[in-house]
């Protein structure tokens, strides 16, 4: 059907301050938002009463493991686990083997999401070539072929002045540079949060100063060359403060925290569930809570899943020797739902600007907004439905989620990515 309406929701668009009840309808054919308004009519509608109708979800940090770990996950999983939590596209990492470094690799990236429909696939670059910190990838070539913006996630670009370098050429580009903030001289051998939790276990610990002194050299470098940089998966109270004055001063940066640093803390690494292994690692109570603060004022800009996926045999090895990473995409809405924004930690909307219109506009994506022209990309939520989250269920292939058996209220329900639906968690759409 050419015009699709989705009927009576809470339309919810932080890029436009809209927020009340309406209806949306949508060019199927085009893809595109046609107008919101009351009593609008098309071929089809979706019952929305009752429901969230917001700017599509994007998850700006994610391991598809395609090309080189297809056992672990595929671009066609990955994609179809993101519709499945409420997301519409997803920013691949280029930490795959091999790495995404040349053009050839970031046209695989788009012919394998287009194949496969479902969210969008965006392909990040490498900053340095082959991710062996050495020498800066053909950032240019990259660009050209639709990298959307460079990391060498998983590792830090340890020579300042190749980051350097890398920040002053990729403005040429429009393009942010993603770090992952690791001192590794501090943090090597180590597994979890050093502390308290740390020394009980008689396990080496990674201490905070090993982020946080990678995130005041970062947005030094920033501040200098004027370049983008955005921080990712930012674990530490330290590091909201260096961010947070850094933008209060005026540097170009942003970042990023996953649910589960705002959710989890290194306690449950007493249980030596090797799930509960990240990098960087659970930190204390006091991180937590001082990362929220972040989300809250603005240091912190976005929410992303950071979903790592393994297979239950890599991730059944001891708690020292499993990989590090969870799954996410397939909780992450959930949860925050529940624990974050149900019992009024944090607003409904600054949940959708974290997870929608800024993303995109950090990574200069069509997305984020419900304005008329605008691409289709839209997230349905139930915030009253109650379910438990079971990883048996979920889309991906992997299972390590450190959140599997809780009981939440609050879901995706459908997706719709470039005006076609898809069902997610909860599963209610409701045609007529």
Known sequence: MPVLVLKGGRVLDPSSDLDGMADLRIDTISGRILDAGNDLRGDETVDCRGLVVAPGFIDMHAHLREPGAKSKETIRSGAEAAVHGGFCAVVAMPNTDPPVDNEASVAFAYLQSERAGFARVFPAGTITAGLAGESLSEMGLLARAGAVCFTDDGRCVADAGLLRCALEYSKAFGRVIMEHCEDVALSEGAVINEGPVSAVLGINGYPAVAE?????????????????????????????HILRAAKARGVNVTCDVTPHHLLLTDDACLSFDPVFRVNPPLRSRRDADELLAGLLDGAVDCIATDHAPHTAEEKSQEFIAAPSGVIGMESAVGVLLDRLVRPGKLPLRRLVEAMSCNPARILGLDGGTLEPGARADITVLDLGLEWTVDPAKFRSKSRNCPFAGWKVVGAPVFTVVGGRIYDAIGRTCRRE
């Open 212 to 240: 946080e002194i990678m995130v005041d050299r970062d947005v030094r470098l920033a501040e200098f060359t004027g370049g983008r940089l955005h921080v990712t998966h930012v674990s530490t109270a330290g590091s909201v």
